[in-house]
């Protein structure tokens, strides 16, 4: 009768946990469909196409800088960006919240960032251009320069625009973004002075 009863509570120690074992197994198993279901690119497919078609850093540039003034003209800020492109090559305006779409500008603005500070640790990975014969062909010393200063030039007319709405956002999550988003700025418009 004693063995009985010292595996009964043995028993229900183990019981215990298997069940805790079983059930930290299936939250862990969870977390990355929770996580990719929270995902959401901030190029749209045919955005995705152009970045790709764009490989000289001045061009890349010129697409980024437009793909973010599409968004602020989504969300009906004015960035002196002229008309938003679309049509067959840009495809669709982009959607999402305002919140998404504040993060879209963050995030693109910050993968041109990574684009010249790519290029400017390993200036001999510069594409070039195949149309373009040999002896016409713009070099890094001369197309890097050009790039930083489009992005510079972006985030001159990005930053007024983001402070005005900043000012008028009540939504903390969204004045995180344009925070972010401002500071990025400042950093790339402080970038050009360090050009030779």
């Given amino acids: 009768m004693k063995q009985s009863s010292n595996r009964e509570p043995r028993f229900k120690s183990l019981l215990r946990y298997a069940i805790f074992f079983s059930l930290l197994v299936t939250v862990y198993c969870?977390?990355?469909?929770?996580?990719?279901?929270?995902?959401?690119?901030?190029?749209?497919?045919?955005?995705?196409?152009?970045?790709?078609?764009?490989?000289?850093?001045?061009?890349?540039?010129?697409?980024?800088?437009?793909a973010i003034d599409r968004r602020f003209a989504v969300l009906n800020i004015n960035v002196g960006g002229g008309k938003a492109a679309a049509g067959k090559e840009w495809g669709e305006?982009?959607?999402?919240?305002?919140?998404?779409?504040?993060?879209?500008?963050?995030?693109?603005?910050?993968?041109?960032?990574?684009?010249?500070?790519?290029?400017?640790?390993?200036?001999?990975?510069?594409?070039?251009?195949?149309?373009?014969?040999?002896?016409?062909?713009?070099?890094?010393?001369?197309?890097?320069?050009?790039?930083?200063?489009?992005?510079?030039?972006?985030?001159?007319?990005?930053e007024p625009a983001l402070k005005q709405t900043l000012d008028t956002t009540k939504d903390d999550h969204e004045k995180g973004l344009i925070t972010n988003t401002i500071d990025l700025c400042d950093e790339i418009i402080a970038s050009v002075s360090k050009l030779k």
């Fill in 30 to 66: 969870s977390l990355p469909t929770a996580v990719s279901a929270q995902s959401r690119d901030y190029f749209t497919e045919e955005e995705i196409e152009l970045v790709r078609e764009a490989q000289q850093i001045d061009l890349r540039m010129d697409v980024l800088t437009k």
């Fill in 93 to 158: 305006l982009p959607k999402g919240s305002r919140a998404e779409l504040l993060s879209d500008i963050h995030n693109i603005l910050q993968k041109a960032v990574d684009d010249i500070d790519n290029l400017a640790s390993r200036p001999d990975s510069m594409v070039i251009d195949p149309n373009v014969d040999k002896k016409k062909q713009k070099g890094f010393s001369e197309l890097f320069p050009k790039a930083v200063h489009k992005l510079a030039d972006a985030a001159k007319r990005y």
